[in-house]
């Protein structure tokens, strides 16, 4: 393939990938969660649920989301019961995000559905949905990646990367993450 031409490139390449009401309203999302939300403290996720809600993310009332949490879009964020995000977690929601009943996304992670389709030549944002599963555990600063499932009771270890799917009730490890063992909850029938 030859190498494209930058004057060639300037005069075909495309516009901006968000309308300026789309800015404008993630501007507005981000100084709403700076001033209300983002400074108060841990044990007051019912007050950041109401934030989020406000916005259109979709929550149950059991879930909880730490102040320090970055949340890309609210309406791309769905949480079920008793799941939980942690602090500094980097929620990039240009797509669906979805956390089953009970999943824990731990301190630093990065759930990333957005991404550039490199073949383009105006290397456009494309955006796939995350799904992470009831019971399921992406532990600190691991990365998951556009598109993937993280299947029922699945974990993702420290700063692991998933760029495919997951398993259920399998544990991963590295980059890119490997299974390494299968998942057996103690006390479960």
């Known amino acids: 393939m030859a190498i494209l031409d930058a004057k060639k490139y300037n005069t075909l390449r495309s516009g901006r990938s968000f309308s300026f009401a789309q800015r404008a309203r ?27 809600r406000c916005f259109g993310a979709r929550l149950s009332k059991t879930c909880g ?12 964020l769905e949480m079920g019961d008793y799941s939980f995000i942690g602090p500094r977690v980097n929620c990039y929601s240009m797509a669906k995000i979805t956390l089953g009943d009970y999943a824990l996304v731990s301190q630093g992670a990065h759930l990333c559905s957005g991404t ?17 599963g ?24 420290a700063r692991g990367v998933a760029g495919s799917d997951l398993a259920p009730w399998t544990v991963y ?15 479960a029938d």
């Open 134 to 157: 009831n019971r399921a555990w992406i532990a600190a600063d691991a990365f998951v990646g556009p598109g993937v499932t993280v299947g029922e009771g699945a974990v993702l270890g």
């Open 173 to 187: 490890i590295g980059n890119p993450a490997k299974a390494i063992k299968k998942r057996k909850l103690r006390g």
């Open 26 to 52: 993630r501007t507005f999302w981000r100084a709403v969660w700076l001033l209300l939300a983002a400074w108060t403290p841990p044990m007051l996720h019912g007050w950041r649920r109401i934030v989020l």
């Open 65 to 76: 989301i730490y102040g320090s949490a970055r949340i890309w879009d609210p309406r791309n």
């Open 116 to 132: 550039h389709d490199i073949d383009d030549l105006y290397f456009q944002l494309k955006a796939e949905p995350i799904v992470i």
